[in-house]
């Protein structure tokens, strides 16, 4: 299943993806959990600490940093950039704004 | 005074700047209330119920000499304020920008909010809601304003959001325009406070972004009541504790900014 979470701020976006990523994990199910908010904070609800959620480098930067001749498909790029979080979550962020004007 | 108000979803940016905003028309000052929000929910602390937007791209003019939009000629920014906003509560206008109707193009309603940052003496104090998150609020909208509140609860999601978008404020490299020559003032603004503990959860969370809380909003769950019925806090809790905060933070922000006067001596060009 590929499921998409949207909604006012504030209403709760993060606590549910976060605990749903987790309840299905638990189930044995393999979840993939991605941050696609500009300002992600799925790190906290998912059971990460405020230090590692704010570690998280957004996969876009990485992929910006690394030689584009060689982007790797979308498992290595979880593999190699992502987090694993509680329960055996595969965490990653999408897309995070460290820059006032990001290319 | 030109105000930018930017939080995490949810803090109360919408509250806060729609208070304010009637509290200052109140005392005479002519208010001018932009949601910036794609999701606009300023209107609600305004009193309104319709929240139509946008300034039509034919009152624009496309440069010529370069990309972008400007002005039409002969036309006098106070006009197409009048024009495209509302009259809200207590007299203050009220511009939606954010969430456009399908026939209208972004670039014009941008380029409009450009040209009103011109008119820095034109008596208006400027309130703009934005939207929550950081991607939005600093691709233009922020920069332009003379304070940024940054609203901040106390959970770690909204501190760490808070972080974050303090540092967006401070970056050094930003392509800022001209207008306005000083990089905004940026304060915090702490919301929803239960308890003592909930204040110094804040203070520790912040305290090496060495920024000031300008105010300290206690937690009311009356707002939440007034949130259910979609009813502005001014209206169903004239009286609350928050109100009281919030008419200090006015106070202070007429105090600190420029053009924090009373515009009652006929309009200004």
């Given at each position: 299943?590929?499921?998409?979470?949207?909604?006012?701020?504030?209403?709760?976006?993060?606590?549910?993806?976060?605990?749903?990523a987790r309840l299905l994990a638990r189930k044995g199910k393999?979840v993939?959990a991605?941050?696609?908010?500009?300002?992600?904070?799925?790190?906290?609800?998912i059971g990460?600490?405020?230090?590692?959620?704010?570690?998280?480098?957004?996969?876009?930067?990485?992929?910006?940093?690394?030689?584009?001749?060689?982007?790797?498909?979308?498992?290595?790029?979880?593999?190699?950039?992502?987090?694993l979080a509680p329960d055996g979550i595969?965490?990653?962020?999408?897309?995070?704004?460290?820059?006032?004007?990001?290319? | 005074?030109?105000?930018?108000?930017?939080?995490?979803?949810?803090?109360?940016?919408?509250?806060?700047?729609?208070?304010?905003?009637?509290?200052?028309?109140?005392?005479?000052?002519?208010?001018?209330?932009?949601?910036?929000?794609?999701?606009?929910?300023?209107?609600?602390?305004?009193?309104?119920?319709?929240?139509?937007?946008?300034?039509?791209?034919?009152?624009?003019?496309?440069?010529?000499?370069?990309?972008?939009?400007?002005?039409?000629?002969?036309?006098?920014?106070?006009?197409?304020?009048?024009?495209?906003?509302?009259?809200?509560?207590?007299?203050?206008?009220?511009?939606?920008?954010?969430?456009?109707?399908?026939?209208?193009?972004?670039?014009?309603?941008?380029?409009?909010?450009?040209?009103?940052?011109?008119?820095?003496?034109?008596?208006?104090?400027?309130?703009?809601?934005?939207?929550?998150?950081?991607?939005?609020?600093?691709?233009?909208?922020?920069?332009?304003?003379?304070?940024?509140?940054?609203?901040?609860?106390?959970?770690?999601?909204?501190?760490?959001?808070?972080?974050?978008?303090?540092?967006?404020?401070?970056?050094?490299?930003?392509?800022?325009?001209?207008?306005?020559?000083?990089?905004?003032?940026?304060?915090?603004?702490?919301?929803?406070?239960?308890?003592?503990?909930?204040?110094?959860?804040?203070?520790?969370?912040?305290?090496?972004?060495?920024?000031?809380?300008?105010?300290?909003?206690?937690?009311?769950?009356?707002?939440?009541?007034?949130?259910?019925?979609?009813?502005?806090?001014?209206?169903?809790?004239?009286?609350?504790?928050?109100?009281?905060?919030?008419?200090?933070?006015?106070?202070?922000?007429?105090?600190?900014?420029?053009?924090?006067?009373?515009?009652?001596?006929?309009?200004?060009?």
């Open positions: 299943m590929k499921i998409a979470v949207v909604g006012k701020g504030g209403s709760g976006k993060t606590t549910t993806s976060g605990t749903t393999r993939i991605l941050d696609c908010d500009s300002n992600p904070n799925l790190g906290l609800s990460l600490s405020v230090a590692e959620t704010d570690r998280l480098v957004s996969l876009r930067q990485r992929l910006d940093e690394e030689d584009a001749e060689h982007a790797p498909s979308a498992h290595e790029i979880l593999e190699r950039f992502g987090t595969q965490m990653a962020v999408v897309s995070r704004i460290d820059q006032y004007d990001p290319g | 005074m030109r105000i930018a108000v930017v939080g995490k979803g949810g803090t109360g940016k919408s509250v806060i700047s729609g208070t304010l905003a009637r509290v200052l028309a109140r005392r005479g000052h002519k208010v001018l209330a932009m949601d910036v929000d794609t999701m606009p929910g300023l209107a609600f602390s305004l009193g309104l119920a319709n929240q139509t937007g946008g300034i039509l791209p034919e009152e624009m003019a496309e440069k010529q000499e370069k990309k972008g939009w400007k002005l039409k000629k002969g036309t006098r920014i106070n006009t197409l304020v009048s024009k495209y906003s509302q009259v809200a509560a207590d007299g203050v206008r009220y511009l939606q920008l954010g969430k456009l109707p399908d026939k209208l193009k972004p670039g014009s309603t941008m380029a409009f909010w450009y040209v009103l940052q011109r008119f820095k003496r034109n008596g208006w104090d400027m309130f703009a809601d934005l939207a929550a998150g950081t991607r939005q609020p600093f691709s233009g909208w922020a920069n332009s304003a003379e304070m940024l509140l940054l609203v901040i609860e106390p959970s770690a999601k909204s501190v760490l959001s808070v972080r974050r978008l303090a540092k967006l404020a401070q970056w050094p490299k930003r392509k800022r325009k001209k207008i306005p020559p000083e990089p905004p003032q940026v304060m915090l603004v702490a919301n929803k406070l239960r308890s003592q503990d909930d204040l110094v959860l804040i203070q520790q969370g912040t305290k090496d972004l060495d920024l000031p809380i300008v105010a300290e909003i206690p937690f009311d769950s009356e707002l939440a009541v007034g949130e259910q019925l979609g009813k502005a806090l001014l209206d169903h809790r004239p009286n609350a504790a928050a109100v009281r905060t919030i008419e200090k933070l006015a106070n202070f922000l007429v105090e600190k900014t420029s053009n924090g006067l009373v515009q009652n001596k006929g309009e200004s060009k």
